[in-house]
Nanobody, 120 residues
């Protein structure tokens, strides 16, 4: 059973930084592509970033390019999302999810989410 557990969310001022973690169990990261999604109140869930299981491919939504960086620690089986220059519009619940093969595949497992709130 694949499990994903997010952590690292919180309240930060505009312009600040946070690093989210997604601890994965039940499978090693070289077998799973991992993505980060977010959902703000009243809005649809959107894909923010993704890292292929090979580690060779990354995806970023236009709204976060140049500000967010996805990375992983194979030894810790954890994927990170470093978020810099945060804006109030980044406020959302952030989820990590695994994909069977590609970032474009539908997610198959989800974490429970972690709240990120950016104050202006």
């Amino acid at each position: 059973q694949v499990q994903l557990v997010e952590s690292g969310g919180g309240l930060v001022q505009s312009g600040g930084s946070l690093r989210l973690s997604c601890a994965v169990s039940g499978v090693t990261l070289d077998y799973k592509t991992i993505g980060w999604f977010r959902q703000a109140p009243g809005k649809e869930r959107e894909k923010v970033s993704c890292l292929s299981k090979s580690g060779a491919y990354t995806y970023y939504a236009d709204s976060v390019k140049g500000r967010f960086t996805i990375s992983r620690d194979i030894a810790k089986n954890t994927v990170y999302l470093q978020m810099n220059t945060l804006k109030p519009e980044d406020t959302a619940v952030y989820y990590c999810a695994s994909h069977r093969w590609l970032c474009s595949d539908p997610p198959d497992y989800w974490g429970q989410g972690t709240q990120v709130t950016v104050s202006s």
